[in-house]
């Protein structure tokens, strides 16, 4: 699966305009202090739009320190991480563990304390397990981290369940197991690179745990400590352009997002379009939209979908570049996709990265190896399909205690039905690029390849709308209606 990064900057128009960061005088002038400081309130600023100015005003302070004082990086990064967790939390997990708090009669009790115990705990057991590895190199843990972290993710969902423990135990173990998993990818990427010689110290790997410049996402946004270390800037020239480039895409990022206000107030406000949710209710209560609005409704999902995701990863880069990262952007121009495997490699490019890593190259490395096309779909559909649901699954965990593991697994299968379509449809189109398809570029042949990769995403968004409303019947249906087939 190919590894695309940003295109240079370039071209001519706006384009060449919007390059400033290929200026030398202003490249030159970011590299003194009113330059420096600059950069950063516009940087501040530009966070503002989406987090308080307290948050914001910390991140970007946070991202200087870390620039300007590389001796101090390590513990800087590690520092600014957890005090965001504390002072700036975020309430998923909190709600997380208030259902079970409630059950066992411990509703009095603080989740927001819970969730801090559990925080800590998780970082003492993660530091053990990195220390642990990198001195047992040859354990099943230094091997296999992604099968033993999979494996105590199990065992504490297991333990954490109604009627196995009771009482505070069952609670505590909930707790962790709440933390563990928003953060399991962060700790698999850590142990990982347990192996490499030139490995990051234990508190700048346990500071991109969720680093400060990483708001809530699951997704390790700029890969892990490795990752992070070939990425860093290395010299005064190489800091202001990674900088300047960060802001560009701050200010991208919120011009985004009020193109995402303005359609939001046009779509659902003036022109009253429903939710897809809510256009699947309506068809199963004989009360449908006609076919028009059903069809907005689809679309305008697709597109607030999108540009969610595209401007969350904006905001999340654009502060890593304010550190010197040089991160490759999240999403970078997937309207320009010409096949559904440069669509996977373009709209999320650290989920693909993630999927790659635990998935596709662990499968690719092992099975079919005399059978090299279905050696490739198989490992392609591993990552796009297996890893995807898999992540999803995982993401949602609090619904096991919610719905019990059956109601859970019910619940999920429209999303494991889109997975499995989608992977199939991503392995065929890898495939077919690796023995050397290619799309046309002439006009027709783009428009015809932007018609069947988002005709694609769009019609599996049926089944992908991340709500569990519905069963995969109902929304079948839903589809076929769409085309004025009945079941």
């Given amino acids: 699966m190919s590894r695309i990064k940003d295109a240079r900057s370039g071209g001519t128009g706006m384009r060449s305009a919007w390059a400033i960061d290929e200026r030398q005088v202003l490249v030159t002038w970011a590299q003194a202090w009113p330059g420096?400081?600059?950069?950063?309130?516009?940087?501040?600023?530009?966070?503002?739009?989406?987090l308080s100015w307290q948050e914001a005003l910390f991140i970007v302070a946070a991202m200087a320190f870390f620039a300007y004082w590389p001796q101090w990086r390590s513990l800087i990064l590690f520092a600014s991480t957890y005090i965001v967790a504390f002072i700036f939390p975020h309430g998923s997990i909190d709600?997380?563990?208030?259902?079970?708090?409630?059950?066992?009669?411990?509703?009095?009790?603080?989740?927001?304390?819970l969730s801090y115990l559990a925080l800590i705990g998780f970082s003492f057991i993660a530091w053990g397990l990195l220390a642990y590895a990198r001195h047992h190199k040859q354990s099943v843990l230094a091997q296999r981290p992604f099968l033993s972290l999979i494996t105590i993710e199990f065992v504490l969902c297991l333990l954490s369940y109604q009627g196995v423990l009771h009482g505070l135990?069952?609670?505590?173990?909930?707790?962790?197991?709440?933390?563990?998993?928003?953060?399991?990818?962060?700790?698999?990427?850590?142990?990982?690179?347990?192996?490499?010689?030139?490995?990051?110290?234990?508190?700048?790997?346990?500071?991109?745990?969720?680093?400060?410049?990483?708001?809530?996402?699951?997704?390790?946004?700029?890969?892990?400590?490795?990752?992070?270390?070939?990425?860093?800037?290395k010299n005064p020239e190489e800091m202001a352009i990674t900088q300047i480039k960060g802001v560009k895409?701050?200010?991208?990022?919120?011009?985004?997002?009020?193109?995402?206000?303005?359609?939001?107030?046009?779509?659902?406000?003036?022109?009253?379009?429903?939710?897809?949710?809510?256009?699947?209710?309506?068809?199963?209560?004989?009360?449908?939209?006609?076919?028009?609005?059903?069809?907005?409704?689809?679309?305008?999902?697709?597109?607030?979908?999108?540009?969610?995701?595209?401007?969350?990863?904006?905001?999340?880069?654009?502060?890593?570049?304010?550190?010197?990262?040089?991160?490759?952007?999240?999403?970078?121009?997937?309207?320009?996709?010409?096949?559904?495997?440069?669509?996977?490699?373009?709209?999320?490019?650290?989920?693909?990265?993630?999927?790659?890593?635990?998935?596709?190259?662990?499968?690719?490395f092992r099975v079919f190896k005399k059978h090299p096309r279905l050696?490739?779909?198989?490992?392609?559909?591993?990552?796009?399909?297996?890893?995807?649901?898999?992540?999803?699954?995982?993401?949602?965990?609090?619904?096991?205690?919610?719905?019990?593991?059956?109601?859970?697994?019910?619940?999920f299968f429209s999303y494991a039905f889109y997975c499995l379509i989608l992977a199939t449809g991503i392995g065929i189109s890898q495939v077919r690029a690796n023995a050397g398809y290619r799309p046309s570029l002439s006009i027709w042949g783009r428009i015809q390849s932007f018609l069947v990769v988002w005709g694609f995403v769009t019609l599996l968004h049926v089944f992908s709308d991340e709500t569990r409303n519905h069963t995969l019947l109902e929304r079948v249906q839903y589809l076929l209606s769409m085309f004025a087939i009945s079941m």
Avoid at 38 to 46: E, G, I, M, S
Avoid at 295 to 314: C, D, E, K, M, P
């Fill in 36 to 50: 420096k400081l600059t950069l950063l309130t516009f940087a501040f600023l530009a966070l503002t739009m989406t």
């Fill in 95 to 113: 709600d997380a563990i208030r259902g079970v708090a409630a059950h066992e009669g411990f509703a009095e009790v603080s989740t927001a304390a």
């Fill in 169 to 233: 135990p069952r609670l505590m173990l909930w707790s962790l197991l709440c933390v563990l998993t928003p953060y399991f990818w962060y700790l698999a990427y850590a142990l990982v690179d347990q192996r490499s010689k030139d490995r990051s110290s234990d508190l700048f790997q346990l500071g991109v745990f969720h680093p400060v410049w990483g708001g809530a996402s699951s997704i390790p946004i700029g890969k892990g400590a490795a990752f992070l270390r070939k990425m860093l800037a």
């Fill in 249 to 364: 895409l701050l200010l991208w990022a919120d011009a985004l997002l009020a193109l995402k206000m303005l359609l939001k107030w046009f779509c659902e406000d003036y022109c009253h379009v429903p939710s897809v949710t809510d256009a699947i209710d309506a068809s199963i209560h004989n009360h449908a939209y006609s076919l028009g609005m059903q069809w907005a409704s689809l679309l305008w999902s697709v597109t607030s979908y999108s540009l969610r995701i595209a401007i969350s990863g904006h905001f999340i880069i654009g502060s890593a570049r304010m550190a010197g990262f040089r991160l490759p952007r999240a999403t970078w121009r997937p309207l320009e996709s010409r096949t559904l495997i440069e669509y996977f490699n373009r709209f999320h490019y650290y989920f693909k990265e993630l999927l790659v890593d635990f998935f596709f190259l662990p499968t690719f």
């Fill in 375 to 411: 050696r490739l779909f198989f490992a392609t559909f591993m990552a796009a399909g297996v890893g995807n649901a898999l992540f999803h699954f995982m993401s949602e965990i609090d619904l096991v205690e919610s719905m019990g593991f059956q109601g859970a697994l019910e619940s």
